[in-house]
């Protein structure tokens, strides 16, 4: 070939491994490669794809293009740190399906193309039409526990007119807007009116199109509590916080009791973690008590509960962090978290914790005029829940709590990491949000 020739050849083999090494960064440096196996993954497989592209000599001729995997697994590092998707599984779970997650709050497999539209053709034995329908096929005949309700087909380069019209007539495809996430109301005063768009470190997801396929019936039905059970001598709806729960606690409540169609389901261990004393200025009374009495007190909990104190004295603000996680949300409880919350603050709970306890569980049944704020709802755990092994992990009465959120389609706000990590063991993407443990202190 000619110098032309050779350093165009060049220019395109060096350009590939220099995306490859900056996808390798970007994945290296992401705060969620540990909460993510998915990305350790993609980690391994982006580290392969380096090392081949090192090992490459440019090509003697153009007709042979450079052969790399790169641009799918760039597409698939972009899909995963999507906002709309969550609890991503690991990569290629089941034949044909690039990974299994919540998608938008709904369980989803996920199938990327990073290829030429070109090459695409809407046949009766075209390559993308046996794929989809081999993987609709086993996403219905799939156990409840791993079952998806939809598909999400996911084109980083785009796609023709005629494979977007083909998907819909045979398989009822919703074409979705992946640049939903990013596009929100300007808070600038000044700019009252304006959308502000803001797009991850890439831009690339503008080329992406999407399309969505129902698995179930009803996959996009938005469920809300239609009733709850008003317990006696509830407060009213226009009732204050009282005197003495103002501080971090009525911050939150005020956070808490907001129109939304967005539900989020509490465990027991956030309802403690809200009324905990360490959550609410009891930190300081706790060390200033002798060691020997605090000893005494939490007795074979007493690191347990000393980490939390020494936690807490440091940057980190549970209260901020339960704060954003039901701002503007509608927040339920099941009956079995109501009845364990109630025995363990009544055997555990300070005078303080107690009382803030009455307070969050009279909020829980307020009525409005126009939407239940937050509401206590029957034990309902969706059958995919049920369908789990129980396990010492996976106990019966987490598989309630969970699955009841699960079942409202909400996430479940939980400090029990490791029934989190049994449930993506599974395979099962289960939605939750993190929060440090807190315990109940006495006061």
Not at 1 to 14: I, P
Not at 218 to 244: C, I, M
Not at 419 to 424: G, I, N, Q, T
């Amino acid at each position: 070939m000619d110098a032309s020739q050779a350093c165009a050849a060049v220019s395109e083999l060096e350009l590939a491994r220099a995306r490859c090494g900056a996808l390798r960064s970007r994945l290296a440096a992401s705060p969620d490669l540990r909460g993510k196996p998915a990305l350790g993954s993609l980690l391994r497989l982006v580290d392969a794809e380096l090392r081949f592209l090192s090992s490459l000599r440019p090509a003697p001729s153009l007709a042979t293009p450079l052969s790399s995997n790169l641009p799918h697994l760039a597409a698939l590092h972009l899909l995963l740190t999507h906002p709309a998707v969550r609890s991503p599984s690991r990569l290629s779970p089941f034949p044909g399906v690039d990974f299994a997650c919540a998608f938008r709050g709904r369980p989803a497999w996920a199938l990327v193309s990073a290829s030429n539209p070109a090459r695409f053709a809407w046949t009766p034995r075209g390559a993308l039409r046996a794929r989809v329908t081999a993987v609709l096929k086993a996403a219905r005949g799939a156990p409840p526990a791993t079952r998806p309700e939809k598909l999400l087909l996911a084109f980083s380069r785009g796609v023709g007119a005629d494979i977007a019209l083909g998907l819909a007539e045979e398989f009822r495809t919703v074409e979705t807007d992946l640049l939903a996430e990013f596009v929100g109301v300007s808070e600038d005063e000044d700019e009252e009116g304006w959308v502000a768009v803001s797009f991850n470190t890439s831009e690339e997801m503008r080329s992406f199109r999407a399309f969505e396929i129902d698995v179930v019936e009803g996959a996009g039905e938005v469920l809300l509590p239609q009733e709850a059970v008003v317990a006696e001598g509830s407060a009213s709806a226009d009732e204050d916080v009282p005197l003495g729960l103002e501080g971090a606690f009525g911050a939150f409540v005020g956070k808490m009791w907001r129109e939304s169609r967005e539900l989020v389901n509490l465990d027991t261990t956030a309802l403690v973690a809200i009324v905990s004393g360490i959550s609410n200025g009891g930190v300081g009374k706790l060390m200033a008590a002798p060691e020997e009495v605090t000893r005494a007190r939490f007795k074979c909990n007493y690191k347990f509960v000393m980490d939390q104190v020494v936690w807490k004295c440091s940057l980190y603000s549970i209260g901020a962090m339960l704060g954003k996680a039901v701002e503007r949300k509608q927040c339920i409880i099941c009956e079995t978290v109501n009845s364990e919350f109630k025995e363990i603050v009544s055997m555990c709970g300070g005078p303080e914790e107690k009382n803030r306890a009455r307070h969050l569980l009279k909020q829980l049944t307020i009525l409005t005029n126009t939407f239940w704020a937050c509401s206590i709802v029957p034990d309902s755990p969706s059958a995919r829940m049920m369908d789990l092994p129980t396990t010492r992990k996976l106990a019966m009465k987490n598989k309630v709590v969970f699955g009841t959120g699960d079942h409202w389609r909400s996430p479940t706000l939980t400090a029990n990491m490791g029934l989190v990590r049994a449930v993506a063991q599974s395979g099962m993407p289960l939605v939750t949000i993190e929060h440090r443990p807190r315990a109940l202190i006495g006061l």
